[in-house]
Nanobody, 126 residues
Framework: QVQLVEFGGGLVQAGGSLRLSCAAS????????MGWFRQAPGKEREFVAA????????HYADSVEGRFTISRDNAKNTVYLQMNSLKPEDTAVYYC???????????????????WGQGTQVTVSS
């Protein structure tokens, strides 16, 4: 069973940037695609970004395309989410998750992910 811990959330003004990190342990991190999701108060958890096991393929939600960048460092068992040009509507708890299958190219559906971190709060003020 993999354990995931997210870091890097906080309070930032609109237009600012944050970098989230997700450290993984417990199984072979490099074999699995990873994803970032977010959940705002009163809303369902939604897909943000995903990256394949090798890092060669990425996917983004339309709402963050061009502003957010997902990356990974398999040597450090860590996946990152660089968030630029933040907007108040980006305010949410952000979660990282591992794909259920080995060597995936990156999924976008919650059901495709098997392990989740505890989340980190991102608040963007206007």
């Amino acid at each position: 069973q993999v354990q995931l811990v997210e870091f890097g959330g906080g309070l930032v003004q609109a237009g600012g940037s944050l970098r989230l990190s997700c450290a993984a342990s417990g199984r072979t991190f490099s074999m699995y695609a990873m994803g970032w999701f977010r959940q705002a108060p009163g809303k369902e958890r939604e897909f943000v970004a995903a990256i394949s096991w090798s890092g060669g393929t990425t996917h983004y939600a339309d709402s963050v395309e061009g502003r957010f960048t997902i990356s990974r460092d398999n040597a450090k068992n860590t996946v990152y989410l660089q968030m630029n040009s933040l907007k108040p509507e980006d305010t949410a708890v952000y979660y990282c998750a591992t794909d259920r299958k080995r060597y995936g190219l990156g999924a976008t559906d919650l059901a495709d992910f098997s392990s989740w971190g505890q989340g980190t709060q991102v608040t963007v003020s206007s």
